[in-house]
């Protein structure tokens, strides 16, 4: 029992690293420009595509590759859809449409050139079986990345004159400009350091769980309610929601019938939006 | 200025109105007779109905190259049903309402046809579906038709199995959609009459993908064997790698879904030694043996689930004799009474009769990946 027990927490962590990786890259853009960028799945799901596309030249051109064309196809979607939008002085409401809007547009793109059907991207993946549980090699490296990113994210917030400036413009985008901070230069930052992570998500989550072109969509969701119950201000806080996300369900499932894992996730965050609204890590919103 | 423009755009409007009405509508006295057909060609359940929709398509090219039927080319009005009960509602919506078929083939998945079935009964249009095996849509209405069993019979054989092969506790592990819910009570209810047991019964979401705990409280229980029901070898696939990866190496009972040829050819490891089973069917037939020659000719791979392929192919051929009994006119009555007149029907799946609830009378059969290959066990 104690071995279920920890392979029990160790799939939680393993599904809560997964979620991390998607919020870790989603809250970093809306830290920075204050709206739901949804499109988010998307571009993570083209990220998995494109590695797919260059699996064939083998890891050492896929991976850097796929994650720079991503990463600039994420500030490209910036610069087409949300910056013109933002010119006409658009409300956060109608970015989050259009981010909608974008992100059935980027999967329909995908399911265009790849079609509908699922894609394994074959790989040696040993199981480590370390007496009390087992985890294989890609589960090893999504909990690796995960806390690199819980640690790089930090660092790159608190220390680094971008992360500062990027927090400035968070807090009052009017009295940051005063101080010389260009936002747009900051937000074109933002989402190709997101559009980044939102690669390398895409490329660990489609070697654990194979790909499709709407792969993005529940991801984007599952990591938005891990965001929240961290706390959307804070992009160390989302990372830890989401871990906390991932053991809340999948304990929660060990005692309740596994129907109810969606149902887990999303009572916990209504838990968190009634009891402790600005999350584990965020501070509380000032009134406007 | 503004008038004029809001003038020509109404009238830009009525003319498209009216320039589309012959289109979508029923081509009265017109060249070509339109049908509907709903099948998932997007999403997981692509892997069905792309291969389905392309069996569907030789059938209606060899008809209307062989003269159509009395001289009028049979055409189908796709919609994307999306292996999904609310899409299948939409397709039947859209089909019966807005293009006025006065048949549909479809859907694949059960959830689209039992969602469908009731719009289409109201609207008294036919619904033949190649694949749909929840034992519920033998009650769905008079119009509703199939040309795959009930899985009443499906899941009872692989129970039945399964007891013979000496497990005493078995788990279940099913996808939260109808067809996959069917077969875990029919499994369940059939392996517990034949005095097995239920160690315990696990549903998970269409829209997931990590299965690790829920295949752990299997594997914590170690039954004798596993019974499994997916919807689509998408997540068929995921949740047999997990649940090989969290430690259960016992023997694994399942329905179709995990023995489709795509899914041997891709993971022969991973579905090796599993049990699953399938409507019978002789795939050496002559007419079987002609559509898939015309199928790896035109899409460069063997037929991923032949018996539904064949089914779809037979009910293009079945639709259009009724139609052609009628002397080209397209009347669902008629149609519904000469289905359910339909006896020993020569087709591609073998000899066809409708029973009085529009259901097919054909067997099962339960095979074993042995060595990558599909073996019949009888």
Redesign the interface.
Known sequence: MSSIAAQLILNGVIAGAIYTLVASGFSLIYNVTKFMHFAHGAILAIGAYLFYAFFGLGWAVALPVSIILTSILGALTNFLVYRPLRKRKASSAVLLISSLAAMIFLNATLLAFWGADVKTLPHANPIFDVGIASITATQIAIVAVALLLLLGLTLLMKKTRLGKAMRALADNKDVAQTVGINPERIYTVAFLIGSALAAVAGILIGLEQNLNPVMGIQLVINGFAGAVIGGMTSVPGAILGSLLLGLVENIGIWWLPSGYKGAIAFALLFLFLLFRPQGILGKKQREA | MKKTYALFLTLALLLAACSSGPLSGTPHGSGTLVIGGMYP????G??YG?PIQHATDIAIKELNDAGGIGGKDLKIVWEDSKCDAKDGATAAQKLTGVDNVKVILGGICSGETLAAAPITEEAGVILLSPSSTNPKITDAGDFVFRTAPSDAYGGKVAAEYARKQGYKTVSIIAE?SDYAQGLRTVFRDSFKALGGSIANE????P????F???V??V??IYPDAVYLAPQT??KG??LLKQLR???YKGPIVTAEVLIGRDVIK?HPDLVEGIAGVEVHFDETNPKAKKLFDEYRSLYNEDPPFPAYMAAAYDNVNLIADAIGANDGEIDADQIKDYLYHVKDYDGALGKLTFDQNGDPILDFDVKKVIGGNLVVLG
Do not use: H, M, R, Y
Not at chain 2, 207 to 210: L, V
């Open positions: 060609l997007t999403g997981d692509a892997a792309i939260n696990q549903t998970f979401d829209d997931a993908s990590d690790k705990t829920i752990l409280k594997v914590d070898p998408a696939v995921l990866e969290q430690g891709e």
